[in-house]
């Protein structure tokens, strides 16, 4: 059998006896996702459907428009191991992007368009990045960030896309309105005449691919440095989750940001890897109504919906006669109502809950092999063990006691190599052989695996992972604040919001004109999800005897 086809199995036992990863000596991932499709032939088979326009990209199509930009980019001198950042959302360019990287050797850093200047300054110049494709709706955060970023020599500004032509402050293709502190070129010039064609980078598993970005609550966001066989393991995370229902026949769609890491590996490249279709269809704020809508019109078979939004769903009127099959879900824990709903309302939709975190692939999750628990996440994946540590003295706990999840895989290519220019923070995530996940869970007789709780002070909401810290640093900026401390509290639609416990300089008092302007500022500098929904201003914080604020303390207070 092909390396790339994943076995079937008759029984969730019979895969974990048997399944072995086996990927090849040489592995790029446009090839895999693009090139190896032969039945339907790649320039008949639909790999995009553009839902705001219509268009519909053949594999072929996607290859060839790839081609074009990775010969432009190599006009730029981009070359193997050189960083690429692309902040762009739903539309064909950005798959493109990654993937005329990757045909070059070029390493991607995927960042959202929600991200506000300090945001992106921040990740491309740690990312020492070279080159920046980007939507021309960023274009003010980005001219501003790249003053920051002495790395960063071009910046590639995509076209007007009809869906967010209202969103943007710039001007057409290559003439920006905003200064840049680097060349910008526009898409359309740079792949105009190139070939549509181009020998892809002699990559093999372990070629550097991307670096994802994380958040902790110990320090400033962290460069997840992954090689190309992550993209393999999250296919193969994606086959289980998804009932083994992927295959040329599956239409795939999420509402959710391809710069998450679920998103681009799980839905989007799994989607590919097996010669599906991907529907690009995403939302300014997510709507139920609309998103019933694209889920009908477009045939989706398979979705990928965060918690958050699959609780707003439950407030609308699904179509009789949905052609989904499989929901999968991630970020946040699958509250039993939800799985209520699904059984109530949708026709014989299996909703899968899944775990992974951006350094350590998609590791648990809930499959056809077995019945759906409420409250577990499901079982460790074929490929993967996992075990619940005492988190003092790393010994394994027995069944029922609440530990820190540590996981290992059968191949550690699947995992992050490190965290970028961090030595020491990636010999913590490590012990014994086990990658270790900082969070909390526990896990009964049978292997199901039930969150608890996060041993960081990592905020999740609506399936969004943030860092206090980074939040607390734009609010401190303010002249009016002395100190400040964010948890995050929790929230019936988001499962939390972030709020943030502001300590005012002396003779300035806190009243609902300050609040408004705080959150405005993280709204702008950071991400729209990001910015504290709840400020409550303080006489003093707890703290610890070293100074550290006492977050624990707030989190008790708030709730």
Known sequence: MPWHVMPEYDSYERARETFEWSLPERYNPAVDCLRKHESPAPEERVALLDAATGERYSFADVDERACRLANGLASLD??????????????????????????????????????????LAYRLDDAEARVVVFDPQVEAALAAASE???????????????????????????????????DVVGYRTLVADRSATVDPHDATPDTDSAIMYTSGSTGPPKGVR?????????????????????GAEAVCWTPADWAWGSALGGLLLGTWHYGGTVVAAPMAGFDPEAAFSVLDAFDVTHALIPPTALRMLMNATPPAALPLEAIASAGEPLTPEILDWADERLDDVAVNEYYGQTELNLVVANSRWFEVRPGSMGKALPGYDIAVLDPETREELPAGEV?????????????????WNRPEATAEKRHDGWFLTDDLVSRDD??????????????????????????????????????VGVVGVPDDTRGEVIKAFVEL??????DADLRAELQERARERLAAYEYPREIEFVESLPKTSSGKIRRVELRDRAE
């Open 403 to 419: 530990g820190e999840l540590a996981v290992r895989s059968g191949d550690e290519r699947v995992f992050f190599a490190e965290y």
């Open 505 to 510: 300089v002396p003779d300035v008092e806190g």
């Open 78 to 119: 981009v070359e193997p191991g050189d960083r690429v950042g692309v902040v762009s959302p739903q539309r064909p360019e950005t798959p493109i992007a990654h993937l005329a990287c990757w045909l070059l050797g070029a390493v991607t850093v995927p960042l959202t368009t929600l991200f506000g200047r300090d945001a």
């Open 226 to 246: 992954h090689r190309h066989a992550v993209w393999a393991g999250r296919a193969a995370a994606a086959h289980t989750f998804f009932d083994a229902g992927l």
């Open 148 to 182: 920051e970023c002495p790395d960063l020599e071009t910046a590639v500004a995509l076209d007007e896309h009809p869906l967010y032509a209202g969103d943007r402050d710039g001007s057409d293709d290559a003439d920006t309105a905003l200064p840049f502190d680097c």
């Open 446 to 483: 049978a292997g199901y695996v039930r969150f608890e709780s996060r041993a960081d002070d990592v905020i999740i909401t609506s399936g969004y992972r943030v860092g206090p810290l980074e939040v607390e640093q734009v609010v401190l900026d303010h002249p009016a604040v002395e100190q």
